[in-house]
């Protein structure tokens, strides 16, 4: 009799283990996507030149063309609507809140750098670029972990040119 108590007390670790694993597993894998969506928006951004300055020869980005790339490849990439709510389909459940959007313009002396202590981000431009940092939410598939959630964040420099 106690060697079925036994199979069964080992067969409920066994399957909490399991899921524990799976529910990592599903973790990285929503982080990994979230961070290459991140980095491909923030690309994006990175290449909206201002027209009237690029005319006057000086490199600089377009900010509000930057800022709108970079939600719509967000958006595109993530599956969200236009409130960043996730659709039908995506890897979440939550709102992708932005927490911070940057564009280091021509202004500055490069090597520039970058800090957000508020999210604990320091990175160092050597010519005009975006900076953002999203929250994202893991939504779990078991109740085995605690509630993840990510500040993801990532830069990209304006491409292509020298400072």
């Known amino acids: 009799m106690y060697k079925l108590f036994l199979f069964i007390v080992m067969s409920m670790l066994n399957l909490s283990m399991s899921t524990l694993q799976t529910d990592e597993e599903l973790a990285i894998a929503a982080l990994f996507q979230a961070k290459h969506s991140l ?24 900010a509000d063309a ?19 709510h996730p659709l039908a389909g995506s890897f979440l459940q939550e709102q992708v ?16 750098t970058y800090r957000n202590d508020a999210y604990n981000y320091e990175v160092t431009l050597q010519k005009p670029g975006v900076v953002m940092i999203i929250r994202v939410e893991f939504p779990r598939a078991f109740t085995m972990l ?11 420099e304006l491409s292509g040119v020298q400072a």
């Open 39 to 62: 980095n491909y928006a923030v690309h994006a951004a990175s290449l909206q030149l201002d027209a009237d300055k690029l005319a006057q020869g000086v490199y600089s980005i377009d």
């Open 146 to 156: 605690g509630p993840i959630t990510w500040a993801i964040k990532s830069c990209s």
């Open 97 to 112: 809140v932005v927490l911070a959007f940057e564009v280091i313009d021509e202004l500055q002396s490069y090597p520039y």
């Open 66 to 84: 930057a800022e709108g790339t970079a939600l719509q490849y967000l958006r595109d990439n993530m599956r969200l609507d236009g409130s960043n």
